[in-house]
């Protein structure tokens, strides 16, 4: 068993070193003290609020702003035991819930090519991504893989899995779970458009190319580059499409009922900002960058997300059943971040810190039963 001294783990805390666990210990010290006690900077207060890993609870307006630490003091007398990962202390109600009777693995490295002949094959759940070019198709460790002259190719990954694809020009995608990316062996088409079509999520790294402009087409909307980093989620569920720029410049137009971009619905999007398409508007507002591309950096991040949106996501990762025993659940709102290659137990319990909700695990089906 080690020991952990508090003042210890106040340094890593401030220094945004904690663990999901070490985290929510500390700020729900933050939030369940005698508010009378416990005295923050402006700065501490703000780290708090940008850190905490139950974003979705507020941070008493009674705590004061002042130079001074009692709290410090307060936490300085005490101590606590890491067992097994699970933080505990007599002040501290809450901890990660151990009552999952059942446990669901995260997703991985999992992935279908299929040709324009219909052949389909399975793609290395041990490798990461592939590289395809005019000529060749391998792994991206040089590995071959034998397959049939195609003039198309769709990688598609299943729910519970990702991969990465390198195009025949040199751009990188990453596709999320429950996603889908086709396009020619060539890349390019008539006119010397490099296009591909995009159904979920992907995250694009494209290579320059200014004579070629890059398309990346959806059912509602059509995406043009030069050469730019970007992430679009078209999921069908989830009623927009969002298109996040972090380099470069792109523009953004619905598709019409033709099939043609509408002029009046196109935009012009900046680094740092989201376009969010839910139909025949399009709005541009600041993206929260860390965010939108969580998934990518191996991350569960939400904030300010209804717990509907957040199973959706758990439900797309850990292919999984999610069950509302009550729809008014649904509404809830909640903010975090852990490691998405967690078991799903690890995901429900923290989200079960707030006390705001349960669950219960049930062979592959996931119960929201508070």
Known sequence: MEKLNIADLLEKYNEGN?????????????????????????????????????RGQEIPAVITRK??????????????ALVCG??????????TPDHYVADINPGGNKALLTLESGKKIPLSETK????????????????????????????????????????????MVWLNAASSLT???????????????????????VAKDKEHPFVVSTDEQHVTVL?????????RDEGSVKTTLFEGSVRVATISSTGNPMRESTKILKPGMQAINSGNVIEI??????????????????????LEEIMKKVSRWYDVEVVFEDPKVKRKIFGGSISKFEKVSKVLGMLELTGDVKFKIDDNKILVTQ
Request: glycine letters at 6%.
């Open 18 to 54: 904690c663990s999901p666990e070490e985290l929510a210990f500390v700020e729900n010290l933050l939030l369940e003290q005698d508010p009378t006690a416990i005295e923050l900077t402006d700065k501490e207060l703000q780290a708090a609020e940008e850190r905490s890993i139950l």
């Open 67 to 80: 130079m001074n630490r009692p709290l410090v003091t307060f936490l300085i007398a005490a101590s606590i």
């Open 86 to 95: 699970v933080w505990t202390i007599f002040s501290v109600k809450k901890s």
């Open 128 to 171: 990461t991504g592939v590289v395809i070019d005019a000529s060749r198709l391998t792994y991206n460790d040089g590995t071959l893989i034998h397959h049939e002259a195609s003039k198309t190719f769709t990688i598609s990954t299943p729910r519970g899995g990702t991969y990465q694809v390198r195009l025949p020009d040199g751009s």
């Open 183 to 205: 396009y020619r062996t060539a890349l390019k088409e008539d006119g010397g458009i490099r296009r591909v079509r995009l159904t979920g999520e992907a995250y694009f790294e």
């Open 227 to 235: 050469g730019t980093h970007f992430n679009i989620n078209s999921y």
């Open 285 to 306: 507002a600041p993206a929260d960058a860390d965010l939108a591309i969580s998934w990518k950096n191996g991350e569960f991040a939400f904030k300010n997300e209804s």
